[in-house]
């Protein structure tokens, strides 16, 4: 089974750009489709982003065209761009994976990493 890892979230201003990242180990991540979900407090989390193992991208309506998503299979990473992001962007985003297509639905992931914490001021 595979383990997954995220970073590269912090504290940005509105209008700003944060990159994270989702380091696979124990398996590649080629084998893998994997999405990008989030979590603000008092809400349930959400679907952000999926990439296909063949490398398409699917984005949630709030986030198309600010954010892109892609994988580096040769390094066993997932990356996830942010840009202009806003304050409703804050929140704890995980990544997660499972061996068939992209899904919207976090029940349909096997395997999540801890969490990286996004906030965004305005």
């Known amino acids: 089974q595979v383990q997954l890892v995220e970073s590269g979230g912090g504290l940005v201003q509105a209008g700003g750009s944060l990159r994270l990242s989702c380091a696979a180990s124990g398996r590649t991540i080629s084998s893998y489709a994997v999405g990008w979900f989030r979590q603000a407090p008092g809400k349930e989390r959400e679907f952000v982003a999926g990439i296909r193992r063949s490398g398409g991208t699917v984005y949630a309506d709030s986030v198309n065209g600010r954010f892109t998503m892609s994988r580096d299979n040769t390094k066993n990473m997932v990356y996830l761009q942010m840009n202009s992001l806003k304050p409703e962007d804050t929140a704890d985003y995980y990544c997660?994976?499972?061996?068939?297509?992209?899904?919207?639905?976090?029940?349909?992931?096997?395997?999540w990493g801890q969490g990286t914490q996004v906030t965004v001021s305005s």
């Open positions: 997660a994976g499972r061996e068939w297509g992209i899904s919207s639905t976090s029940k349909d992931y096997d395997y």
